[in-house]
């Protein structure tokens, strides 16, 4: 297939990345690619889509994950997988001899095994530089679901209208479903045969990256997970806590240990990413020397400093998130040239097992299989965004009143921007539009 004829398919059917920020999958398309990776680490505890969905369709995401490496003629493509996915791995194994340019890559049960930056290096020994992309090094990367999408465009030309999130927590039936896009949180965790517990808070995303939202909210193209938990669970503490305290409780009893530097995956890799020189410049309102504040930049908001490495429980990453925002609010930008050090020799004994993690952050106890049901659910309503990509909204092409069907344009990309369309997810008439939402009625009955 021609490269710009496949950029525009995808731009058109609305592929972006499914899970972190959206990247729009028809920018990563590019021909100084010579490695593809597919991510397929389930970074983050609780996490099971990604693996169960390449079970299932393994051939299909096999098949076009060959179509891109040929159509950006790259050498070759590696699939990153954790060595304990026993049953997906076996499942690869009985198709790969089909796809001789296509490898396996296990990886140990760390976290952020998941980060492409991290991915990278344990795949390929390349290390993206600091405020880098992974194109510099010949390589892009994109996760399991996101090839999904682009086999079902290059297949029977479908739009991205579902997404899988897997409902875990304090739920009766921990489960992954396929949901129509914009169905409301709450609406998805009815999926999981009702909640266990009174005064519920909705943790979207992992445990380590993930946000409380309220039960409106809609499920997006990145929505990867929600986890319901107890409003006095230490996730949803530590997620409320009012930044300034945070910022007085460092300066009374951050000891310099260094462990939320010595245990950063970006600065194991020689990113110049110094948590705790920022936690003492912070704390003491030194701004002497500025660059453990402009090296916040090169920051991942992993929180594997603020969650698992800090023996005071301080926070580092949400200080640096606000410190981070505060300087491009003044247009600051990051350093144009970081210094740069050598990968650390020590790196592989300061990774965070998995097991280990999911203990410290109290989550052990919601592990779960969330068996996948495959088939899409039905909803009454749904609210879709604009913007659920990095780039341009999606332009609105609908008005209140029209009816619509099922992967039909409902917003279309910007013009020359950095930008893809977006679809209706179910059959219904148009309820609303602003630029940034619209609301469709699927007829269904409420639930």
């Not at 290059?154 to 992954?176: C, D, F, Q, W, Y």
């Not at 709450?186 to 990256?209: L, N, T, Y």
């Not at 305290?245 to 600065?267: E, F, Y």
């Not at 930008?333 to 004994?349: M, Q």
């Amino acid at each position: 297939m021609d490269l710009n004829e496949l950029k525009n398919l995808l731009r058109e059917k609305g592929v972006a990345g499914a899970g972190g920020a959206g990247f729009p999958t028809y920018a990563k398309l590019d021909k100084r690619a010579e490695t593809i990776i597919l991510n397929s680490a389930e970074c983050e505890p609780l996490l099971t889509l990604h693996r169960q969905c390449l079970k299932v369709h393994a051939e299909e995401i096999l098949e076009a994950l060959e179509t891109v490496r040929t159509t950006v003629e790259a050498d070759n493509a590696i699939i990153g997988i954790k060595a304990e996915y026993e049953d997906t791995v076996q499942e690869l194994k009985r198709h790969l001899m089909k796809f001789p340019n296509i490898s396996l890559h296990l990886l140990s049960s760390v976290y952020p095994m998941g980060d492409e930056v991290v991915l990278i290096y344990e795949a390929t020994g390349k290390v993206v530089r600091p405020g880098g992309l992974p194109i510099e090094q010949g390589v892009a990367v994109f996760n399991v679901e996101t090839m999904y999408n682009i086999s079902r465009a290059l297949r029977s030309g479908t739009a991205v209208t579902e997404k899988l999130v897997s409902i875990v927590g304090e739920v009766e039936n921990p489960v992954t479903v396929r949901l129509p896009i914009g169905t409301s949180i709450s609406e998805a965790v009815s999926f999981a045969g009702g909640i266990k517990i009174k005064d519920p808070v909705f943790f979207v995303g992992g445990p380590m990256m993930g946000r409380i939202m309220d039960g409106e909210s809609p499920v997006t193209k990145t929505t990867n997970a929600v986890i319901v938990l107890p409003e006095d669970h230490k996730l949803v503490l530590k997620k409320k806590q009012n930044p300034s305290i945070g910022l007085k409780r460092a300066a009374s009893v951050c000891c310099q240990c260094q462990m939320c530097t010595d245990l950063c995956p970006r600065h194991s890799l020689g990113h110049p990413i110094k948590p705790h020189l920022f936690m003492r410049a912070a704390a003491n309102r030194d701004f002497s020397d500025m660059n453990p504040f402009l090296d916040t930049f090169f920051c991942s908001s992993c929180g594997l400093c603020e969650l698992y490495s800090c023996p005071q429980g301080l926070s580092p990453r949400s200080l640096i998130a606000v410190y981070k925002s505060g300087l491009r609010e003044k247009g600051v930008k990051a350093p144009s040239d970081p210094v740069i050090s050598p990968v650390s020799e020590g790196r592989d004994l300061r990774k965070a097992p998995e097991e280990r993690l999911a203990a410290r952050l109290g989550v052990s106890s919601y592990e779960s299989d969330a068996p996948l049901d495959d088939t899409v659910k039905d909803v009454y309503k749904v609210q879709v965004l604009f913007s659920q990509h990095i780039g341009a909204p999606a332009e609105p092409v609908i008005k209140a009143g029209d009816q619509v069907k099922k992967g039909d344009v409902i917003g279309r990309y910007k013009g020359d921007a950095l930008s893809i369309s977006v679809h209706a997810p179910i059959d219904g008439r148009v309820e609303t539009v602003t630029d940034r939402f619209a609301v469709i009625n699927g007829g269904y009955g409420a639930r």
